[in-house]
């Protein structure tokens, strides 16, 4: 069964500070997608990015940054130079091909940034 | 392109009546759509999946009779909450996904509905 492990629940930081998400993922399928999203207050989610299992590099898009080691099972993301705009709740999510494109999210982690 | 949009946004109702909520992939053709409950400051779980032209495949747990899901057209996905009880308020996110183009494994998330059961 798949599944996703957010530790940390909430980060507060202030304007400009780096901050690093933290996602571990279990799954028995060596065919999986693993996904970032953002939800603002409004609620909508945003994609950020998907990685496949078979593509290990790290990627960087802006200020964001996504560090993928299978040997560890985890999927970080980095917010560099956070600005208040970051401010908003984070959720790694883990697809199995084998369970036919569904989507396991973890908890999430609330990121507040302080001006 | 692939937006997907959702209806009503908010939704207030009462106690024991039925809610209709529309999903509607707008520029794709969505075989597969996803309905999904999130809880305040929790995440999101899956309720069930649904295949254009069939029945809907359930997640343990979540009652097939009280949440109704159709799926009639390529780009139009349903859920109703039926006989809605204040228990059943929640934010309501659909996906919806194209398997068989490029967006395979990718899924497209409404804007999400806000239900409250007074």
């Known amino acids: 069964a798949q599944k996703v492990t957010q530790a940390q629940t909430e980060i507060s930081v202030v304007e400009k500070e780096d901050v690093t998400l933290d996602c571990v993922y279990e799954?028995?399928?060596?065919?999986?997608?693993l996904f970032w999203y953002k939800q603002p207050p409004s609620g909508e989610l945003v994609f950020l990015i998907r990685?496949?299992?078979?593509?290990?590099q790290n990627e960087i898009s802006g200020r964001y940054s996504w560090n993928f080691q299978k040997s560890t099972s985890s999927f970080n993301f980095t917010i560099t130079a956070s600005q208040v705009v970051d401010s908003a709740v984070y959720f790694c999510?883990?697809?199995?091909?084998?369970?036919?494109?569904?989507?396991?999210f973890g908890g999430g982690t609330r990121v507040l940034v302080k001006p | 392109g692939a937006v997907v949009s959702q209806h009503p946004s908010r939704v207030i109702c009462k106690s024991g009546t039925s809610v209709k909520i529309e999903c509607r992939s707008l520029?794709?053709?969505?075989?597969?759509m996803f309905w999904y409950r999130q809880f305040p400051k929790k995440s999101l779980m899956l309720m069930a999946t649904?295949?254009?032209?069939?029945?809907?495949?359930?997640e343990q747990g979540v009652e097939k009779d009280k949440f109704l899901i159709n799926h009639a057209s390529l780009t139009l996905s349903t859920l109703t909450v039926t006989s809605a009880h204040p228990e059943d308020s929640s934010f309501y996110i659909c996906?919806?996904?194209?398997?068989?183009?490029?967006?395979?494994?990718?899924?497209?998330f409404g804007p999400g509905t806000r239900l409250t059961v007074l």
């Open positions: 996906s919806a996904s194209d398997p068989r183009g490029l967006t395979y494994n990718e899924q497209f």
């Open positions: 799954t028995r399928d060596t065919t999986y997608y």
């Open positions: 990685r496949n299992s078979f593509d290990e």
């Open positions: 999510a883990l697809s199995e091909r084998a369970a036919g494109n569904k989507l396991t």
């Open positions: 520029d794709f053709q969505a075989t597969t």
């Open positions: 649904s295949n254009e032209g069939s029945k809907a495949t359930y």
